[in-house]
């Protein structure tokens, strides 16, 4: 992986499409906060690519708004990052058709994700076909030199390269080669249930879960049978694994030993997540009420990142228009 310098410019997107949870923070939203330090960041709400698989108005426009809310809780700061939703910048889809009338079939019939939604029974339509398509415009319009996502995303990170290696030998050098950035310090973020955690799967701790709700998915991690007094081993735990996130590396420590000594129970650990878990994110909680009562201020933030989106958007779409013909 290439080290991030001053000059990077890193672009993602996350997807409106339910409630983010812990394993989104630690694999996703707390690199793309942190990176805000080290380069220019562009972000944005991936409500394009949402109407793939959510077609309720109002659940997209609370999805949208739940996403912005989040980001902004979780220390996104807009002085110093982009932070805008994808359909402020319409150029895309513009961006999107040129870039499939020189990408082949055969290029779309192998991507992983739209395989895997269609087995998992979301409608086989043209646009989750395509996503890749839109994807790649997504990210060649802002010319960012990586791309942090995670590493079921990759594959697509990929193709951006392919159509972005189709254009440039076509027309001419418009697009940068974007690399993909994986967050390799976080391994996948397991569910309740030990599974990865995902919103597919109901076994979610939501980011800005509370008192009983919180407790609820706390308490319901899912354990085997080894009795109290037996020693256990820490790093094949769920409780543990969940545990090593919130805490210190001496709380970590701590909680390692007792696993292995012997006498300390599932449900004695969980309460110690429980509280771990509270703590960690209740000033994120705190920050999210206060947005909550100035819907105003999040919006302007999105309209004021979609303004500085676009400028770099209609440089691009102005050198592509001119270098294919369209101008
Ligand atoms: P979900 O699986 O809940 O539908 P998404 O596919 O929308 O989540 O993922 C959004 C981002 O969060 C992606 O970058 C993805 O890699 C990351 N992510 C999702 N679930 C996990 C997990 N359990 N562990 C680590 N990262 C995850
Ligand atoms: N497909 C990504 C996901 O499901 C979201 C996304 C859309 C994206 N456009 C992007 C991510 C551009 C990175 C860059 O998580």
């Not at 319409?90 to 269609?118: C, F, N, Q």
């Not at 109901?202 to 007094?229: C, H, R, W, Y």
């Not at 709380?251 to 449900?267: N, Q, S």
Request: with cysteine; net charge neutral.
């Amino acid at each position: 992986m290439t080290q991030p310098s001053r000059r990077t410019r890193l672009l993602s997107g996350v997807q409106p499409s339910g409630k983010l949870h812990i394993g989104n923070y630690f694999g996703a939203i707390q690199q793309h906060i942190a990176m805000q330090e080290k380069g220019e960041c562009y972000y944005f709400i991936a409500n394009f690519h949402a109407l793939t698989t959510i077609n309720d108005a109002q659940q997209l426009r609370e999805h949208t708004l739940d996403v912005a809310l989040s980001y902004l809780a979780l220390g996104l700061d807009p002085e110093r990052a982009v932070f805008f939703r994808q359909s402020d910048v319409p150029e895309v889809t513009e961006l999107a058709w040129i870039l499939s009338s020189l990408t082949g079939m055969g290029l779309l019939e192998r991507a992983h994700a739209y395989k895997d939604k269609v087995a998992r029974g979301i409608p086989a339509r043209v646009g989750l076909f395509y996503y890749p398509v839109l994807m790649a415009a997504d990210i060649l319009i802002y010319r960012p030199t990586h791309v942090p996502v995670g590493a079921d995303q990759v594959q697509h990170v990929e193709m951006t390269r392919d159509m972005a290696g189709y254009f440039n030998n076509t027309y001419g050098d418009v697009f940068v080669m974007p690399e993909a950035q994986i967050n390799e310090a976080t391994k996948v973020v397991p569910g309740t249930d030990g599974q990865k955690m995902s919103k597919s799967y109901q076994n979610t701790i939501d980011i800005f879960a509370e008192g009983n709700a919180l407790k609820k998915s706390v308490m319901g991690i899912v354990t085997d049978s080894t009795p109290v007094e037996d020693p256990k081993d820490p790093t094949t735990n769920t409780i543990f694994q969940l545990y090593s996130l919130v805490a210190s590396e001496a709380e970590t420590a701590a909680m390692a030993e007792k696993y292995r000594a012997g006498g300390y129970g599932y449900g004695a650990a969980k309460k110690e997540l429980l509280g771990k878990l509270d703590a960690y994110f209740a000033p994120a909680r705190a920050r999210r009420k206060e947005l909550e009562k100035n819907l105003d201020y999040v919006e302007q933030v999105l309209q004021n990142g979609a303004q500085r989106a676009r400028e770099v958007a209609h440089q691009t779409m102005t050198d592509t228009r001119r270098a294919c013909g369209l101008i």
